[in-house]
């Protein structure tokens, strides 16, 4: 997670964030100035720490799955890439069709996806 300070002025709001370093524990120069109060002849305030989630989608998830209209989550059944000869038709018309998430891993996926 990242460690944000968020500032705005009178004059004109300061563009995004300052980046807070939580890592090494230290705070950029721009922030320091804010704090000891060296830009308050400006009208810089300091309105607020917040912490900012992660909040890519996982790459590998968004690949194999899809959200439906109703909200179902499919994916692509496996086994059906190669060595089809010896399978029968009847097994590769049923692998052609969509699988759906079952409910004991929807949340798992679902979390992958960042739907929840």
Request: proline share 3%; aromatic share 10%; charged share 25%.
């Amino acid at each position: 997670m990242h460690l944000y300070a968020v500032c705005t002025t009178f004059a004109a709001p300061l563009k995004g964030c300052f980046y807070l370093n939580r890592r090494k524990q230290r705070i950029t120069r721009k922030v320091q100035q804010v704090f000891a109060g060296a830009n308050h002849q400006q009208g810089v305030i300091l309105t607020g720490l917040f912490f900012m989630p992660k909040v890519k989608t996982n790459s590998s998830a968004k690949k194999r799955f899809k959200v439906t209209a109703t909200g179902e989550i499919t994916y692509q059944k496996a086994f059906k890439r190669h060595i089809l000869t010896k399978k029968s038709t009847k097994r590769k018309r049923s692998l052609r069709k969509k699988g759906m998430v079952s409910a004991p891993n929807k949340d798992f996926v679902m979390r992958l996806l960042r739907l929840k």
